[in-house]
T-cell receptor, first 117, second 109 residues
């Protein structure tokens, strides 16, 4: 079974440029998560989708970040415009959904490493 | 959301058991304890989770104290490939995984 797929794996851009990250969750997983991981820190949740609905986006900086999961499968996270402080690893995770929040196991992709110059 | 406390780093000799402690004194009765690990340049990998009883799978064992205020992850025979950052997480009642800084385990030959 294929795991969570993310692309690109690495991205280098200049500040003020836009950037987009793509995630394809494990087949059949209804819940999708985007996390941000700064160097030396644990991942922090940005947004959670249940199918195509964003059910928790309280930590997403909405002035420059946006996300979509139009058909409830793959998802795109965008930053426009990027700032120097956005340099980090962006992780996508998925879980089956429907099993009850207390024991939903999340499976992570390899992440996209972003460097803003 | 319950907070966890872990030592920042630990060493373990290859082939020996690695015992990683975690304190979660503010855990609520219906909150699960999850363990993930993150090998350098990879995404976090699920290891094990539990509520009250001890749990074991092919990767590790999880020992939760009777009062549920602390737990220990046990890797029975550590290998060099087990070198990673290990995160102990109490899953919140909103379903969130709130990662701390974890324990960096260095397995040495």
């Amino acid at each position: 079974e294929a795991g969570v797929v993310q692309s690109p794996r690495y991205k280098i851009i200049e500040k003020k440029q836009p950037v987009a990250f793509w995630c394809n969750p494990i087949s059949g997983h209804n819940t999708l998560y985007w996390y941000l991981q700064n160097l030396g820190q644990g991942p922090e949740l940005l947004i959670r989708y249940e199918n195509e609905e964003a059910v928790d986006d309280s930590q997403l900086p909405k002035d420059r970040f946006s996300a979509e999961r139009l058909k409830g499968v793959d998802s795109t996270l965008k930053i426009q415009p990027a700032e120097l402080g956005d340099s980090a690893v962006y992780l996508c995770a998925s879980s089956p959904g429907g099993a009850g929040l207390y024991q939903e196991t999340q499976y992570f992709g390899p992440g996209t490493r972003l460097l803003v110059l | 959301d319950a907070k966890t406390t872990q030592p920042p780093s630990m060493d373990c000799a290859e082939g020996r058991a690695a015992n990683l402690p975690c304190n979660h004194s503010t855990i609520s009765g219906n909150e699960y304890v999850y363990w993930y690990r993150q090998i350098h340049s990879q995404g976090p990998q699920y290891i094990i989770h539990g509520l009250k009883n001890n749990e074991t799978n092919e990767m590790a064992s999880l020992i939760i104290t009777e009062d549920r205020k602390s737990s220990t992850l046990i890797l029975p025979h550590a290998t060099l490939r087990d070198t990673a950052v290990y995160y102990c997480i109490v899953r919140s009642n909103t379903g969130k995984l709130i990662f701390g800084q974890g324990t960096t385990l260095q397995v040495k030959p």
